[in-house]
């Protein structure tokens, strides 16, 4: 999906400089990132993060693996800036039907662990399938699909929890 417009934007352009691989992908990062970490201010910290890693690898990343290795590191990033910052307070949502209730879903989802946080992020939030969450954690489909599973389980709990 919007991966494959990535690494086909690089494949289309001539240039081959970081900076414009970088200009490029910053909004993908982002988005990925904000689904992932649920915060705005934390998907711009990751988004910085990882466009300076892509920067600075630029010469090792190949047009075949652009995307792979920008949704890999992103998520990875996240993963790791979502383990630092344990108890950051939800950002507020910029638009809903009903801000109160993504509220509510935004405070339960940070009472999750970061990795419970991230699988529904990527399942729900990205809609990425099993195979490609896999892809991304290196974990096998079964192993996505039962930490899913306790995922979805574990967001039930503290959801009847808050009520």
Known sequence: MADQTVTMRWRR???????????????????????????????????????????????????????AWIRKTTVRRCLSALREKANISPSKPTTADDPTQDIAVRDTLFRLRPEARTLL???????YSYEEIAEILEVPVGTVASRLHAAKQAFRNAWEEAK
């Open 13 to 67: 352009t001539s240039e081959t400089d970081a900076d414009a691989l970088v200009r490029r992908t910053r909004c993908h990062i982002f988005h990925i990132a904000v689904k992932v970490t649920g915060s705005r201010d934390l998907a711009e910290d990751v988004t910085q993060d990882v466009c300076l890693r892509l920067t600075k690898n630029a010469h090792k990343v190949s047009t075949e693996n652009t995307a």
């Open 121 to 127: 992020g990527l399942a729900l939030g990205l809609g």
